[in-house]
């Protein structure tokens, strides 16, 4: 990769993988999906530099889910950096990943999953909110002073904050209930320092966009299945099983960060639009 060129980052999230691939809810192959998701990755016309995975890496925080895991994301040939969810388990995804170095910035056991590192010539800052035993997220003063400071560090490489739950009302009421607490202060945070392309999210199985701090907050489509969209807010807590999918952001030094919603699966070759003679296929 030289300066000039462009980078891209694939956002994987909510893998909720079973140990031994059991199904989720009885129905959802969560490893299946994975697997799919990482076939597309590496079948795509231009293959990732580096994977994200923003949280809910297994289902139940367990070793041997984790270790399940780790055996299928060493089909990855890029760098992939992993981040908590309310699902995972701190200590024990540090235990199974030593080699993960980020993962022990801030600290070991249950601190905080806080780092910031390069990736080409962007900047990623993981940023984790999660609360053990606890659905939702909620940013911590410390947390928040971490980021200030980190953010504060390289005003001018453009930076994705990666963040399990997404800090903003979806209007998905059984999700808003298990949300970002305190994200008045982060967006605060986030307006001061407009090198931050993207605020980078999992938690709600969907890809869903706002405006936030100034930038853009999005999160990213579960592999597997995805929350239902029903924005009643008294809507039951259901999953559906949608086309599965991911999110590639694309930065060129030109251009700035573009974020691609690609979905999961093989759909057959790529068709012309004009013939031969460049006349319009009718």
Known sequence: ?????????A??????????GKLSYRRVDTAGALHLAIDTLLAAPQRPDTVIIT?????????????????ILQRLPMPVRLLPGNHDHRTTLRKVFPDHGYLFEHGDGEAPVHYAMAAGPLRLVGFDCTVPGQPGGR??????AWLEATLAAAPARPTL?????????????????QGLDNAAALEAVIARHPQVERV????????ITRRFGGTIAITAPGPAHQVALDLDPQAASRFRMEPPGYLLHWWHPA??????????????PAHP??????????
């Open 255 to 268: 251009h700035g960060l573009v974020t691609h919603l690609a979905a999961s699966g093989d759909y057959g």
């Open 11 to 20: 956002q994987l999230s909510d893998l909720h993988i079973k140990a031994g």
């Open 55 to 71: 949280g809910d890496l297994v289902d139940f925080g367990s070793e041997d889910e984790y270790r399940f895991l780790r055996d």
């Open 1 to 9: 990769m030289t300066a000039s060129a462009p980078y891209l980052v």
């Open 139 to 144: 940013v911590e003063p410390d947390g928040l």
């Open 161 to 177: 904050l990666m963040l399990h739950h997404p800090p903003f009302v979806t209007g998905i009421g059984h999700m808003d209930q």
């Open 200 to 207: 980078v999210c999992g938690h709600l199985h969907r890809q």
């Open 273 to 282: 639009f004009f013939d031969a003679h460049g006349r319009l296929i009718d």
